[in-house]
């Protein structure tokens, strides 16, 4: 089974940008399409964004349609979330996960999760 270690994320300030990262174990990586969720205090883990295998298809959330960037590199197992004009409301706990490439993806429609990683905006 692959792991997923994910490192970035941190404080910043509104209006600020961060960048996460979501290191794959294994040779199946470039297989699957890569997906963000987050969870925020006292809320359900959201869908935030989704790169098809090759990366060439994106999805996104439109809360954060515009905004957040993602994208892979299937040589570096590797995938990237960058967060840009952040807002108070985009704090939470961001988690990758490697899954189906679908719209409007589903936390079922995954299997392996990274660790997440806390992305706090400050107003």
């Known amino acids: 089974q692959v792991q997923l270690v994910q490192s970035g994320g941190g404080l910043v300030q509104a209006g600020g940008s961060l960048s996460l990262s979501c290191a794959a174990s294994?040779?199946?990586?470039?297989?699957?399409?890569l997906g963000w969720f987050r969870q925020a205090p006292g809320k359900e883990r959201e869908f935030v964004a989704v790169?098809?295998?090759?990366?060439?298809?994106?999805y996104y959330a439109d809360s954060v349609k515009g905004r957040f960037t993602v994208s892979r590199d299937n040589a570096k197992n590797t995938g990237y979330l960058q967060m840009n004009s952040l807002k108070p409301e985009d704090t939470a706990i961001y988690y990758c996960?490697?899954?189906?490439?679908?719209?409007?993806?589903?936390?079922?429609?995954?299997?392996?999760w990274g660790q997440g990683t806390q992305v706090t905006v400050s107003s």
């Open positions: 790169i098809n295998w090759s990366g060439v298809t994106t």
């Open positions: 294994g040779r199946s990586f470039g297989n699957y399409g």
């Open positions: 996960a490697l899954g189906r490439y679908v719209l409007k993806p589903k936390q079922t429609d995954f299997g392996s």
